[in-house]
């Protein structure tokens, strides 16, 4: 869960960074199977509520770790999580995904990718800031009540999820969106400055 | 350069999560270009984005998922990392712009009032946000108007002021549906700004007549 205790989190974060390593190093079957377990099934469910249906929801989770596998030799573990670079993976599949539904597009996630490329190259002290931001969401999630992470997660998907959560929770749609921005606002307050 | 006005954190969130539309998108990538300050907030955002992946319940895969997909593993070819492609036509001569825009197809701008220049930028999508560059003369002052959606504003060079305060280049300003902008260019070189609008526009006096129709397309 996400409010483990941050050492769990930390060594689990650290294990699956050395899996796609060995991914990207020696093409490590065994490495790819263990993170397909972990993660294919959780892309299922992040497809799931963001509308795909059952079927396509599988096939993108599979998309998503095929990927995962030929990209694995641009994973940078300085500058990247784990888990946040294979969100990313999702992430954009998933809006494909939306295109394709459109039939607006063929061309594929690699324009996306670049849709997220928003500077010539990463500044000098990306890896310094990004293993300093790592830690710091790490133990702001922790910090975090339940029902504050439970409403944060709605930030990652559109109003359908959002009823959906708030059936679940058993609150009106309305303190569903103001409890987020409250668990927003707290967040922000625990990840501190970023200039 | 020194930024004064952010997007709210609602939208850079919204961003991560990869849930804006293209042209909302650009006008958030076009801040992100010029502010490494919400860039890490974004790359903070996409740290959460990994945690509530991992939090998620699992949804068991289809049977024989995980076989299926490894007997497509040897085709695959490592991949590799997308580079910015050169555009020799695309808007090369707006700066501030974010590669992948400065990679669309350029077009001319267009005369709309006097000291005003519209050029639209050519999304590869349909989306249901217009995206322009406005290029305003120095002193130029815009009539009010209203509209019904949001408008997303990045100066990508010289300044302008109105109620909200004072924008210079890098900065972001956002109106919602309840905003009234009267808009007064006080740099001294061209004020160009890439907007990102959504809604029908409600425009008064003649400017807002004249743009109406253009940003109609
Ligand atoms: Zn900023």
Redesign the interface.
Not at chain 1, 80 to 88: D, E, L, N, V
Not at chain 2, 76 to 79: I, Q, S, T
């Given at each position: 869960?996400?409010n483990d205790k941050p050492d769990d989190?930390t060594s689990?974060a650290a294990r699956w960074a050395a899996l796609i390593a060995a991914v990207a190093r020696e093409?490590d079957?065994e490495a790819?199977?263990a993170l397909?377990?972990h993660?294919?099934?959780?892309?299922?469910?992040?497809m799931?509520?963001s509308g795909a249906s059952e079927q396509s929801?599988?096939e993108l989770?599979?998309e998503a770790?095929?990927?995962v596998?030929?990209?694995?030799?641009?994973f940078d573990p300085n500058s990247?999580?784990?888990?946040?670079?294979?969100?990313?993976i999702?992430?954009?599949l998933?809006?494909d995904a939306l295109?394709r539904e459109?039939r607006?597009?063929t061309?594929g996630t690699?324009?996306i990718?670049?849709?997220?490329?928003?500077?010539?190259g990463p500044?000098p002290d990306a890896g310094l800031?990004?293993a300093q931001?790592?830690s710091?969401?790490?133990s702001a999630?922790a910090t975090l009540p339940d029902d504050q992470?439970r409403v944060?997660?709605l930030?990652?998907?559109?109003d359908r999820a959002h009823a959906e959560i708030a059936q679940t929770l058993q609150i009106p749609l309305g303190t569903v969106k103001s409890r987020l921005?409250l668990a927003?606002?707290r967040?922000?307050g625990l990840?501190g400055d970023?200039? | 350069m020194t930024i004064v006005h952010h997007p709210p954190?609602?939208l850079l969130?919204?961003f991560a999560?990869?849930?804006l539309d293209?042209g909302q998108?650009i006008a958030v990538?076009t801040h992100?270009?010029g502010c490494?300050?919400c860039?890490?907030?974004v790359?903070?955002?996409?740290?959460?984005?990994?945690?509530?992946?991992?939090?998620?319940?699992?949804?068991?895969?289809?049977p024989g998922?995980?076989a299926?997909?490894?007997t497509?593993?040897d085709g695959?070819?490592?991949?590799v990392?997308?580079g910015?492609r050169k555009a020799a036509t695309g808007i090369t001569d707006v700066p501030g712009l974010?590669?992948?825009v400065r990679?669309y197809p350029s077009s001319s701008w267009k005369w709309i009032a006097p000291k005003v220049h519209l050029r639209p930028i050519r999304m590869?999508?349909?989306s249901a946000t217009r995206v322009f560059l406005l290029k305003s003369q120095p002193g130029t002052k815009m009539i009010e108007h209203t509209h019904t959606g949001f408008e997303m504003t990045c100066i990508l060079t010289g300044s302008f002021a109105h109620a909200g305060g004072h924008f210079g280049p890098g900065d972001f300003d956002f109106g919602d549906g309840a905003t009234d902008h009267e808009v007064m260019i006080d740099s001294s070189e061209d004020c160009i700004c890439l907007v990102a609008m959504q809604g029908e526009l409600k425009l008064n006096g003649i400017i807002g007549r004249l743009l109406q129709p253009l940003i109609r397309m």
């Open positions: 869960m996400l989190a689990d093409k079957r790819f199977a397909f377990t993660f294919a099934p959780r892309i299922k469910t992040f799931r509520r929801a599988d989770a599979q770790l095929l990927a596998w030929s990209k694995a030799n641009l990247a999580g784990a888990s946040a670079w294979i969100f990313t999702a992430r954009n998933r809006i295109r459109k607006t597009r061309a690699d324009d990718d670049l849709e997220f490329q928003v500077d010539d500044s800031a990004a931001t790592e710091r969401v790490r999630l992470l944060i997660e930030s990652f998907f559109d921005r927003m606002n967040l922000r990840l970023f200039s | 954190d609602e969130t919204a999560a990869g849930m293209l998108h990538a992100l270009t490494r300050h860039r890490r907030v790359h903070a955002m996409e740290h959460v984005g990994g945690g509530v992946l991992t939090a998620l319940p699992a949804t068991a895969m289809s998922a995980l299926a997909v490894e497509r593993l695959l070819a490592p991949a990392a997308t910015l974010p590669p992948f990679d590869p999508e349909a």
